[in-house]
């Protein structure tokens, strides 16, 4: 089974802190997916990845970047954290035409 | 208009009957269908499936694709307390790698 890593469960940061959430995935996926979920708002795409380097913004980019320097590693940056950033960020990767296999999911809140 | 729209729910139903869970979408020409199951906390985990018109089962759930319709349903039989979850439905387009979601439908099976 493919298994996709995400690095913290859950994390507590100050507002204007830069914040790195990290991703892993083993399986050597191409497509790789940050998502937000927040209730009433659902799943909400930040960016994703289709290859090393490559990114594209997704529906929500404001206030986020993100790295992808190895295949199997995609970072979310939240370069200057802010309360409205408080949420639940999952993590997918995808291979051709299947669904997505997602992380576990890191609890985020700004304070 | 939503892309992908679905009952908010609740949707309840007795232990053993049958839930029946819609799920429709704006762009006629999507290619691929699926059904994620999210327990409260977790990340969404994929159930089913579906890339052409028709019944496609799995155990004690089934898939119904109607591409003219523009809609995709998920039967889940003999319901038990388990199936007790938020159920997503997500549709990834003819063009691009990632998918949209739904905003979930919540099931509640009371034994």
């Known amino acids: 089974d493919v298994k996709v890593t995400q690095s913290s469960r859950y994390l507590v940061k100050r507002t204007g802190e830069k914040v790195f959430l990290e991703c892993v995935q083993d399986?050597?996926?191409?497509?790789m997916f940050w998502y937000r979920q927040d209730p009433g708002l659902g799943l909400r795409l930040i960016y994703f990845?289709?290859?090393?380097?490559?990114?594209e913004k997704g529906d929500i980019p404001e206030g986020y970047s993100v790295s992808r320097e190895k295949k199997e590693r995609f970072s979310l940056i939240l370069e200057s954290a802010s309360t409205n950033q408080t949420s639940m960020y999952l993590c997918?990767?995808?291979?051709?035409?299947?669904?997505?296999?997602f992380g576990s999911g890191t609890r985020l809140t700004v304070v | 208009q939503k892309e992908v729209e679905q009952n908010s729910g609740p949707l309840s139903v007795p232990e053993g009957a049958i839930a029946s869970l819609n799920c429709t979408y704006s762009d006629r020409v999507s290619q691929s269908f699926f059904w994620y199951r999210q327990y409260s906390g977790k990340s969404p985990e994929l159930i089913m499936s579906?890339?052409?018109?028709g019944d496609k089962e799995d155990g004690r759930f089934t898939a119904q694709l109607n591409k003219a319709s523009q809609y995709v349903s998920l039967l889940i039989r003999d319901s038990q307390p388990s199936d007790s979850a938020t159920y997503l439905c997500?549709?990834?387009?003819?063009?691009?790698?990632?998918?949209?979601f739904g905003g979930g439908t919540r099931v509640l099976v009371k034994p």
């Open positions: 579906i890339y052409s018109n």
């Open positions: 399986m050597d996926h191409e497509n």
């Open positions: 997918a990767s995808r291979q051709g035409n299947y669904g997505y296999t």
């Open positions: 997500a549709v990834r387009g003819a063009a691009g790698n990632k998918l949209t």
């Open positions: 990845s289709y290859d090393v380097k490559m990114k």
